[in-house]
């Protein structure tokens, strides 16, 4: 079937770009000898975390508790929820999933350390532990090395948990358009880690893994990175917003929509705020370039004088944010040169618990 004769708004992925983005990922990595636990809150895909981990992936990176057992459920055995769960009946239900799987969680509370030892405890399981260092989000974490050193060794007394590292994600760096900047913070991450590491081999607290980055920092890791695994996501997709920071790349996802209205200097199409993610930008239009867009709920309408489309028509949209899209829909199809591929469901789409 070709692309254009789908019903929309469709997401179509680019299977030869997809699978390029995923080869030049693991040719970045490899001279650093830095793993790759890609997050999959950009394609909730149980799917496309299989071509992951066939790829090279060690295990998979999640935000929620029911991403992880929809992803333990699809037999992924290694996977980290890279946040906080505090509500004791997910913590229930992570140290149930811990029976099956390797599960690990981040920590930056005491009591929460106390909560997961008992649940693991009832179950008879364990859970492993990254203690959570700020390194300038303004999110979660502790911000002193005594603080994570204090952490770390409530985890170690804990039997049924095990200390494994640092998680240190620097969110805030993942779309910073300025590269100069990116890449002095990101240097100014690694030498604080350097410091924290450094000082937790001096209080004798083994340390496995430091975890985080992401794909807008990845290509500033060099040889001597602390970093032993890497969180990235958007790479295989990427959108209008990761586009703007020159990133080695290349685009993989449209959404495709139907034009329903148009005037000589206005597009139409079927997929507004609904079908796209606009929380880090609005989408492009490729055959309209530089049009500006006004998004709606139902409709996204380009301004562009003298554009060649007539109403039916199909047109392919960049959105702003691939995560937040895959989030609004369904299916996703596969396609090479126009012709589907296959369709595939977004397993995971708004399970936010």
Same mark, same amino acid.
């Given at each position: 079937?070709?692309?254009?004769?789908?019903?929309?708004?469709?997401?179509?992925?680019?299977?030869?770009?997809?699978?390029?983005?995923?080869?030049?990922?693991?040719?970045?990595?490899?001279?650093?000898?830095?793993?790759?636990?890609?997050?999959?809150?950009?394609?909730?895909?149980?799917?496309?975390?299989?071509?992951?981990?066939?790829?090279?992936?060690?295990?998979?990176?999640?935000?929620?508790?029911?991403?992880?057992?929809?992803?333990?459920?699809?037999?992924?055995?290694?996977?980290?929820?890279?946040?906080?769960?505090?509500?004791?009946?997910?913590?229930?239900?992570?140290?149930?999933?811990?029976?099956?799987?390797?599960?690990?969680?981040?920590?930056?509370?005491?009591?929460?350390?106390?909560?997961?030892?008992?649940?693991?405890?009832?179950?008879?399981?364990?859970?492993?532990?990254?203690?959570?260092?700020?390194?300038?989000?303004?999110?979660?974490?502790?911000?002193?090395?005594?603080?994570?050193?204090?952490?770390?060794?409530?985890?170690?007394?804990?039997?049924?948990?095990? *200390?494994?590292?640092?998680?240190?994600?620097?969110?805030?760096?993942?779309?910073?358009?300025?590269?100069?900047?990116?890449?002095?913070?990101?240097?100014?991450?690694?030498?604080?880690?350097?410091?924290?590491?450094?000082?937790?081999?001096?209080?004798?607290?083994?340390?496995?893994?430091?975890?985080?980055?992401?794909?807008?920092?990845?290509?500033?890791?060099?040889?001597?990175?602390?970093?032993?695994?890497?969180?990235?996501?958007?790479?295989?997709?990427?959108?209008?917003?990761?586009?703007?920071?020159?990133?080695? *790349?290349?685009?993989?996802?449209?959404?495709?929509?139907?034009?329903?209205?148009?005037?000589?200097?206005?597009?139409?199409?079927?997929?507004?705020?609904?079908?796209?993610?606009?929380?880090?930008?609005?989408?492009?239009?490729?055959?309209?370039?530089?049009?500006?867009?006004?998004?709606?709920?139902?409709?996204?309408?380009?301004? *562009?004088?003298?554009?060649? *489309?007539?109403?039916?028509?199909?047109?392919?949209?960049?959105?702003?944010?691939?995560?937040?899209?895959?989030?609004?829909?369904?299916?996703?199809?596969?396609?090479?040169?126009?012709?589907?591929?296959?369709?595939?469901?977004?397993?995971?789409?708004?399970?936010?618990?």
């Amino acid at each position: 079937m070709r692309a254009e004769y789908l019903e929309t708004p469709a997401i179509l992925i680019n299977r030869p770009v997809f699978d390029s983005n995923m080869e030049k990922m693991a040719r970045l990595l490899a001279p650093l000898k830095v793993a790759l636990r890609p997050h999959y809150k950009s394609h909730k895909s149980t799917d496309i975390a299989h071509l992951q981990v066939r790829a090279g992936a060690k295990g998979i990176t999640c935000a929620k508790v029911a991403e992880a057992e929809d992803l333990a459920l699809a037999g992924i055995e290694d996977i980290l929820i890279a946040n906080q769960i505090t509500e004791k009946s997910r913590i229930a239900r992570v140290a149930y999933l811990a029976k099956g799987c390797r599960i690990t969680v981040c920590v930056d509370q005491s009591q929460n350390i106390r909560d997961l030892e008992q649940a693991a405890a009832v179950e008879g399981s364990t859970i492993h532990c990254l203690v959570e260092y700020e390194v300038g989000m303004g999110r979660c974490g502790v911000t002193t090395h005594e603080a994570f050193r204090d952490l770390a060794m409530e985890v170690m007394a804990c039997p049924h948990l095990v *200390f494994d590292g640092v998680q240190a994600y620097a969110g805030q760096l993942s779309h910073e358009m300025d590269g100069t900047r990116r890449a002095e913070e990101a240097q100014r991450i690694e030498t604080e880690l350097q410091s924290l590491l450094a000082d937790l081999k001096k209080w004798q607290i083994p340390v496995k893994e430091v975890s985080g980055a992401s794909t807008g920092t990845v290509e500033l890791r060099k040889e001597d990175t602390v970093y032993t695994e890497v969180q990235a996501g958007s790479y295989l997709f990427m959108d209008a917003t990761y586009r703007q920071m020159g990133l080695r *790349f290349e685009n993989s996802l449209t959404v495709l929509a139907t034009v329903v209205s148009t005037r000589p200097d206005l597009v139409v199409t079927d997929a507004g705020v609904k079908a796209l993610g606009v929380d880090q930008g609005n989408p492009v239009c490729p055959a309209l370039p530089g049009a500006s867009v006004n998004m709606s709920e139902e409709h996204s309408a380009f301004t *562009f004088p003298g554009h060649p *489309f007539h109403v039916g028509d199909k047109i392919r949209l960049i959105p702003g944010h691939c995560c937040t899209t895959m989030n609004l829909h369904d299916f996703f199809y596969f396609e090479e040169e126009g012709k589907v591929l296959n369709r595939l469901p977004v397993t995971s789409r708004g399970k936010s618990k």
